[in-house]
């Protein structure tokens, strides 16, 4: 048997963290217990019951109502409530008519117990996005010196080595170094299968490992991890309100107040106008303030709105304000930043052309390009690496920048680069090489010719290949009706052209410099109206700040693109793009229809009001009905 202070403590407990609940829950008592003693004719225990169920129920309420009223000099909901269940009991006491402080009596039980359904849903959104947060860990598994040390993750510091086991959360963003493993990333991404990594890789902090251990090199500080932005970025979106948010803001000031005086006039004019007694009219007044109080109406835009903004956190999509949930969706153009957007933004070697041995033509390519930093050289020792290819260290590399690159590979005179730094250094160049060149260079592709010995070994294509989701997302925003689709880049006409061709881009507006990013803009803008900028460098900033819409891709997009793009892309899956506009349009459609149903419910109430068909319980039930009902329905985008 648990002991009375075990007991005091669970209650004090679950007061602390339900209060409105175990009001509601008293409120309810007293109302049903000032019933049953009305009934049996104890009229001064039954005033008791109710008065302090009036208090308990309505005491929040009131001091929410007169703080609104005092700070803000305007009227609310919860005053027009407490307006209405006072009245109620006056009219009871003044007409001895005691039912009618029974029916002010259920009228702040059901408003109380709308307020904690109201309060549970809206939780419902808030858990969903606040879930984000569990998905960081707090210690990570550092390796120094070959020494497990287990170090707090604020510590961590660029260059740490962390050793992730399996089962285990991965703690920060990282690059894998050794190990092979499939992560879970659906709770960052949405990716509903895990995904395989292993030496390179970029793994997320919040993905969760599988059955193999991983060792990881941090490539950016903790705070700046994925996740944390993510997190940064839901909490902003939580705390800004959409333009139709305001809207309904600013009219509920103005209908609140048109309520008050019309609830003055029919509580004063029908006995005079239309020979009503004064019971009925004062009692149709009081269910009026009861029935045409817009909650149901205010309720209609945030809950749908908030459930989208976590709807498209889960699948790897975040909205840093719920206006560019609202906004995205009417997008009638869009533009697209070329290299990291619609192409994966890393060289890759396309194709090999040897005078003799394909094999010799790579090893000595890799063998000098493995001393370079640069993306092309890298380009080509993972393309030798990938096929298996050895090589011996090269010496005496010497690089000439804009030109090549030169050194001994196995006691020969080899060198890499542009044409006419390998040629003249070459005694060789035979006519079917060149003719590739040629045609490569008109396709578009980097050419990297190799010679060694005095004798031209082939040539290697080398280009930044387009996404492999590209062309599927470019049709598929084209049947979702967006008007235009363009490219923005500042590479040459003849690669951008190619690139359009492939993917299906309508226009393309190539070596382009930011400010004139930004003036393409401001064109379709003049045309579309309504315009959407995807970029991930620096300088698509100018363009995604100008754009209705700016969306950033989220893993190479930089700080300053994530900081001013308004939806980002956190595993820059452009396909994710399509469901961010099918997100958007699908919250515009509940949100029309919740303000038409709480619009058409408060005519119903009314219209049932006047016609003497409405008691005050039942226009509570039926006004706090469909505000709970409009609630659940915005909450429905949480289910997906």
Not at 82 to 93: C, H, K, P, Q, R
Not at 350 to 376: F, G, R, W, Y
Not at 473 to 480: A, E, G, P, T, V
């Amino acid at each position: 048997m648990s002991s009375p202070a075990l007991s005091r403590s669970r209650w004090q407990a679950l007061f602390k963290a339900h209060p409105d609940a175990i009001a509601a829950g008293v409120c309810a008592l007293l109302v049903l217990l000032g019933w049953f003693t009305l009934d049996q004719g104890w009229l001064g225990v039954s005033l008791l019951i109710l008065t302090a169920a009036y208090v308990i129920g309505g005491y929040q309420n009131t001091l929410e109502g007169l703080g609104t009223l005092w700070r803000e000099k305007e009227l609310d909901v919860d005053l027009l409530m407490i307006v209405a269940a006072l009245g109620a009991a006056i009219l009871g006491l003044w007409r001895k008519e005691y039912y009618f402080i029974v029916d002010g009596g259920m009228l702040i039980l059901i408003f109380a117990i709308s307020g904690v359904l109201e309060g549970y849903a809206m939780q419902q959104t808030e858990r969903s996005i606040q879930g984000l947060m569990s998905l960081t860990s707090d210690i990570a598994r550092t390796l120094v010196d070959g020494q497990e040390q287990m170090v707090s993750v604020a510590e961590l510091q660029i260059g740490d080595r962390v050793l992730i086991k399996p089962g285990e959360l991965v703690p920060t963003d990282g690059i894998v170094t050794e190990g092979f493993s499939e992560l879970n990333q659906a709770p960052i991404t949405g990716e509903s299968m895990p995904v395989e990594k292993t030496v390179g890789d970029e793994v997320f902090a919040g993905t969760i490992n599988g059955n193999g251990a991983l060792k990881i090199q941090i490539d950016r500080s903790p705070e700046s991890s994925l996740i944390q932005r993510v997190i940064r970025l839901v909490e902003q979106a939580q705390t800004e309100t959409p333009p139709s948010q305001q809207f309904i803001e600013q009219f509920e000031r103005g209908y609140a107040k048109a309520i008050v005086i019309l609830g003055i006039l029919l509580g004063t004019l029908p006995p005079f106008l239309l020979g009503w007694t004064w019971e009925d009219t004062v009692y149709r007044a009081l269910i009026f303030l009861v029935v045409a109080s817009p909650c149901a109406l205010m309720a209609a835009t945030m809950p749908a709105l908030l459930s989208g903004i976590a709807n498209g956190a889960r699948h790897g999509i975040l909205f840093k304000n719920a206006a560019q949930l609202e906004a995205i969706g009417k997008v009638k153009a869009i533009a697209f930043d070329k290299t990291g957007t619609l192409t994966t933004g890393k060289p890759q070697v396309i194709q090999v052309m040897a005078v003799e041995h394909p094999d010799k033509l790579l090893q000595v390519a890799a063998a000098l390009e493995s001393m370079s930093e640069h993306p092309i050289g890298d380009a080509i020792v993972r393309a030798a690496q990938k096929q298996g290819r050895e090589w011996i260290e090269a010496v005496n590399v010497l690089a000439e920048p804009g030109r090549g690159i030169r050194g001994e590979v196995e006691g020969k005179i080899a060198v890499v680069g542009k044409a006419a730094f390998v040629q003249a250094q070459a005694a060789n160049c035979p006519e079917s090489i060149a003719q590739h060149s040629q045609q490569w260079e008109q396709e578009g592709k980097t050419v990297v010719w190799v010679a060694s010995d005095n004798s031209i070994l082939g040539i290697i294509a080398v280009a930044d290949t387009v996404r492999a989701t590209a062309a599927r997302s470019i049709f598929q925003l084209k049947r979702l009706g967006i008007d235009r689709i363009v490219m923005l880049t500042g590479d040459n006409q003849r690669t951008a052209d190619s690139i359009a061709q492939e993917i299906g881009i309508d226009g393309v507006y190539a070596e382009l410099l930011p400010e004139a990013k930004l003036e393409v803009i401001r064109q379709l803008q003049q045309q579309y109206q309504s315009v959407a900028m995807v970029g991930d460098g620096i300088n698509d900033a100018p363009a995604l700040a100008q754009a209705s819409v700016g969306i950033a891709m989220g893993t190479v997009g930089s700080d300053v693109v994530l900081e001013t793009a308004d939806v980002v892309l956190m595993t820059d899956r452009l396909e994710k793009l399509e469901y961010a506009i099918r997100l958007s349009r699908r919250t515009g459609r509940i949100v029309k229809q919740n303000i038409v149903f709480a619009l058409s419910f408060i005519v119903i109430l009314l219209v049932a009001n006047f016609t003497g068909n409405m008691t005050l319980p039942l226009g509570v039930l039926g006004h706090e009905g469909s505000t709970v009902l409009v609630i659940l329905s915005g909450l429905r985008l949480l289910k997906d």
